[in-house]
């Protein structure tokens, strides 16, 4: 039986040890590499995982930070008994292996309105 595989993105953690921690930082870097991203894909790459990725922007990420793909994306077996449901399937998407479910132990107060 072939064990499924998922993975973890690690660009955040990677760019941190690296002591970039804004993505803003990054954008630049990209630039001088040919790979030209909009803001909000920068922040995107950086805070989300991304399902697609371009060879060139992965091996331009590399080239940046100096690390290889083993440090970036890291393999993860899926939990047993854990599918990953889509939006378009019916249900919630599932946040990815590694990732937090919400804001933890952190939620925000309910707003009470007073009558004037």
């Known amino acids: 039986m072939t064990a499924k595989l998922d993975y973890r993105w690690q660009l955040r953690e ?3 040890t690296r002591g970039m921690f804004s993505t803003t930082d990054l954008r630049p870097l990209l630039a001088e590499r040919g790979i030209d991203l909009s803001p909000s894909q ?3 790459l950086v805070a989300e995982r991304p399902e697609r990725l371009s060879l060139s922007t992965l091996m331009a990420l590399l080239d ?3 690390c290889t793909m083993e440090e ?3 393999p993860v077996p899926v939990a047993r008994g854990s599918q990953r449901r889509t ?3 019916g ?3 599932e946040p990815p292996a590694g990732g937090s479910a919400g804001v933890g132990k952190f939620r ?3 707003a009470r309105i007073a009558p004037e």
């Open 87 to 89: 939006a378009a399937a």
């Open 42 to 44: 920068v922040y995107r």
């Open 108 to 110: 925000p107060r309910r």
């Open 64 to 66: 940046i930070l100096g």
């Open 72 to 74: 970036l994306i890291q």
């Open 14 to 16: 990677v760019m941190a």
């Open 91 to 93: 249900g919630a998407a």
